[in-house]
Structures are given as C-alpha cells and as structure tokens.
C-alpha cells in the first residue's frame, strides 16, 4: 500500500513538472514573439524614418548642388561641391562611429529587450 501511494506521489510530482516546464516553455516563446516584434517595428521605423531622410537630404543635395552651380556658372563644379561635403560628413561619422553612434545603437536594442520584472 506505501508503494502504491508513494507512486501516487512521484506521479504527481512528475505532472506538476511537466506542467511547469510547459508553462515555463510558453513563456519563453511569448518572450521570444514580443522581442521579435520589437525589433521588428524599430527596424521598420528606422526604415522608414531612414529612406525620407535619404529622400530629403537627396533632394537638399541636388537644390544646393544646382544653387552653387549657378553662382559659379558652373553646374560641375556645383554637384563636385556638394558631393565633396559629403565625403568629408561621410568620413566625420565613420570616425564617430565606434565612440558614439554604435553604442547609441547597442543600448536601443537592448531597452527593448522584455524586462523580467516587468513579467511579474
């Protein structure tokens, strides 16, 4: 009769078990579907904020490239301007790029990464 009832025991020990680490494994696939769909809409934002910058600062390039040609009656020498500023913008943030940007970067993907506290 023990035997039978500490096998009663050790089975409810096992479901409970089971039961914990199925509940533990959805969680963990919550985590994982909320941190993806996090990172998902900052890349898409940034995607979108990034090409109407690009739009913008194209159309800037080519209004200063045309203005700087005309006052130098010289549309060349005009778009040789603009692109050599920048070359050297290109080449100041390239230098930037360890110290500050990246970092900036890193520590946006990490705040959205869930929060345990935040779960509980």
Request: hydrophobic share 55%; charged share 20%; proline share 2%.
């Amino acid at each position: 009769m023990a035997n039978k009832s500490e096998r009663t025991r050790l089975e409810v020990i096992i479901e409970n078990l089971i039961e914990y680490l199925n509940a533990r494994l959805e969680l963990i696939k919550l985590d994982f579907i909320r941190f993806g769909t996090n990172t998902t809409s900052a890349l898409l934002k940034l995607l979108v904020i990034g090409g109407l910058l690009f739009v913008t600062i194209s159309f800037f390039g080519f209004g200063l490239a045309f203005l700087i040609g005309e006052i130098f009656k010289s549309m060349s020498l005009g778009f040789f301007i603009v692109g050599l500023v920048f070359g050297i913008l290109a080449l100041i943030l390239s230098r930037m790029w360890n110290k500050r940007i990246k970092p900036g970067i890193m520590r946006m993907f990490i705040n959205m990464m869930p929060d345990e506290e935040e779960d509980q």
